[in-house]
């Protein structure tokens, strides 16, 4: 995109900031106290101020409340929309206007709530949201690309304001397909097989793995107290120094955890999929693959081995294998 496009297309996408996304709704149901212990049961949120009506009534409030973090439930529009798609509204067509534009790539990168007003029993929460903002196009880790913040807000039925919800969206082009338009076609027309999702390397973390592109698994170790950390940071835990170096792991650990994925069937991915979380000998763990055994045939606790290999055309990555099949180091 020249400067030209760019402008062309910035005055199309900040058109967008103020626009509503949805005019204020009444939600299907009423606050009431299945869907507050359905979601009080799903996060494992057990305060009886929400669930337990005669610890409520001896309270200081007198009553159940819902949930403050529960404020967006309530306007969900459930299964329906699943079947019979959404309406296309200026959130969807911001979207396509990234989409069209090369900003393919797609990142939820923050909420943040704010609550005014708590709700009881009966009362219906209304829901109406705007495109509040869209920053200018930033450099970011994950790529070229525009943040929008969508804010929604929560009334009850008097009109007085609940909450409110902002909601943050990094739209990016992908290194893919920058690398594309670049005139990088030729070299992608050499990938015969789809690969893994490359792993995003940021400042923090590329040392990381560009050494594991060499076949080397390090460990991040402060300079200033020597306590071992990963996944990489700039920081150390124990002595908040910013000063580190690094040790190279045996790759010799035991498996604390593991579980086989099968979905989702993302392609370039052998599925059934081993994750397992290894406590390497060092002292830190480490979230790797496990390989050269069926799911069966591994427990926790067990020795493993892990070699750095190639995994797909240009993925190299730490793979471990129970240390009883005498892995080669
Ligand atoms: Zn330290």
């Known amino acids: 995109m020249n400067d030209e496009q760019q ?6 996408l900040y058109r967008f900031v103020g626009r509503q996304v949805c005019a204020r709704t009444a939600a299907k149901d009423a606050v009431n106290e299945a869907m507050i212990r359905h979601w009080a049961e799903t996060v494992g949120d057990a305060n009886p101020a929400y669930t337990d009506a005669q610890w409520a009534a001896r309270s200081a409030r007198g009553r159940i409340i819902a949930p403050p973090a529960m ?11 699943v079947a019979q798609g959404r309406a296309p509204d200026a959130q969807t067509e911001l979207v396509d206007l990234f989409n069209e534009n090369g900003f393919t790539g797609v990142l939820g990168t923050n909420v943040k709530q704010e609550y005014y007003k708590e709700i009881g029993l009966g ?3 209304h829901l109406e949201m705007v495109i509040d903002n869209i920053s200018e196009q930033k450099a970011t880790a994950r790529g070229i690309g525009y943040f929008f913040e969508t804010l929604a807000s929560f009334s009850d039925q008097h009109g007085d304001l609940i909450g409110t919800q902002r909601f943050r969206v990094l739209k990016f082009i992908p290194p893919e397909t920058a690398a594309a338009a670049d005139g990088g076609g030729a070299e992608q027309d050499t990938l015969q097989t789809p690969t893994r999702i490359a792993a995003p390397r940021g400042h923090d973390n590329s040392w990381w793995w560009e050494a594991c592109d060499q076949g080397q698994v390090l460990i991040q170790r402060c300079r200033n107290c020597q306590t071992l950390r990963h996944p990489p940071r700039p920081m150390c835990g124990e002595c908040q120094s910013l000063d580190w170096d690094s040790i190279e792991s045996c790759l010799e650990g035991e498996l604390l955890s593991f579980t086989e994925l099968h979905h989702p069937r993302i392609p370039g991915y052998p599925l059934p999929l081993i994750c397992g979380v290894i406590r390497l000998r060092e002292g830190v763990n480490l979230v790797a693959n496990i390989v050269g055994a069926e799911e069966q045939a591994l427990a926790i606790g067990m020795r493993v081995q892990g ?3 190639q995994v797909d055309e240009k993925t190299m990555l730490p793979q471990f294998y129970p240390a009883e099949n005498g892995v080669e180091k």
Not at 7 to 12: L, M, P, R, S, V
Not at 75 to 80: D, I, T
């Open 71 to 81: 404020m967006y439930s309530w306007n969900q529009e459930g299964f329906p929309v």
């Open 7 to 12: 402008q062309a297309f910035e005055q199309c």
């Open 123 to 125: 009362e219906r929460v």
């Open 307 to 309: 070699k750095v290999e």
